[in-house]
T-cell receptor
Framework: SAVISQKPSRDICQRGTSLTIQCQVDSQVTMMFWYRQQPGQSLTLIATANQGSEATYESGFVIDKFPISRPNLTFSTLTVSNMSPEDSSIYLC????????????FGQGTRLTVV | KNEVEQSPQNLTAQEGEFITINCSYSVGISALHWLQQHPGGGIVSLFMLSSGKKKHGRLIATINIQEKHSSLHITASHPRDSAVYICAVSIIQGAQKLVFGQGTRLTINP
């Protein structure tokens, strides 16, 4: 299994500012995933973060808006830059670990409100 | 049309009732996941299935690969089961990725 510590759990931010979300995993993982869940919507993948290389972004998400760091195999950060009210969402990090199949583990989520 | 569809979107029941949440998908998958999301936003993985049936306590998950359908059942439901239940499938597109259903909001009244 994997235990993920995600911080902060919630924040209220002013528009135009940036927020960095951290995820710490209790074991080494190759890939970490960052998701966004807008109000009333399902989770959408923002990007996949590999250690030692640039993150791979999904269509509709760009590095300038959501820069990601992955300095080692247990840690990653997602920054939401130049925030607007439309960025108000839950942001989640996730890892997958092989076992009997590939099981997904999630952080506790960061509930972001931009005012 | 979404690749993963859940029904119902909202479900309210009385304590003790038997609950069924359904998930249909339209793509080839390597596994299907049932997740539970609590009001704070955190997500817990309940099951990962690639065939057949799994049981954990009062929760049962089944999958029919031929029909591309899965169900999550809760027996003897309790107010603490109130949460959003999300179905997600693992698909292979270059790298493996998860595609999520829109979730089912379950409320169990005492």
């Amino acid at each position: 299994s994997a235990v993920i510590s995600q911080k902060p759990s919630r924040d209220i931010c002013q528009r135009g500012t940036s927020l960095t979300i951290q995820c710490q995993v209790d074991s080494q993982v190759t890939m970490m995933f960052w998701y966004r869940q807008q109000p009333g919507q399902s989770l959408t993948l923002i990007a996949t973060a590999n250690q030692g290389s640039e993150a791979t972004y999904e269509s509709g998400f760009v590095i300038d808006k959501f820069p990601i760091s992955r300095p080692n195999l247990t840690f990653s950060t997602l920054t939401v830059s130049n925030m607007s009210p439309e960025d108000s969402s839950i942001y989640l990090c996730s890892v997958e670990k092989p076992g009997q199949g590939t099981e997904a583990f999630f952080g506790q989520g960061t509930r972001l409100t931009v005012v | 049309k979404n690749e993963v569809e859940q029904s119902p979107q909202n479900l309210t029941a009385q304590e003790g009732e038997f609950i069924t949440i359904n998930c249909s998908y339209s793509v080839g998958i390597s596994a299907l996941h049932w997740l539970q999301q609590h009001p704070g936003g955190g997500i817990v993985s309940l099951f990962m299935l690639s065939s057949g049936k799994k049981k954990h306590g009062r929760l049962i998950a089944t999958i029919n690969i031929q029909e591309k359908h899965s169900s999550l059942h809760i027996t003897a439901s309790h107010p603490r089961d109130s949460a959003v239940y999300i179905c997600a499938v693992s698909i292979i597109q270059g790298a493996q990725k998860l595609v999520f259903g829109q979730g089912t909001r379950l409320t169990i009244n005492p």
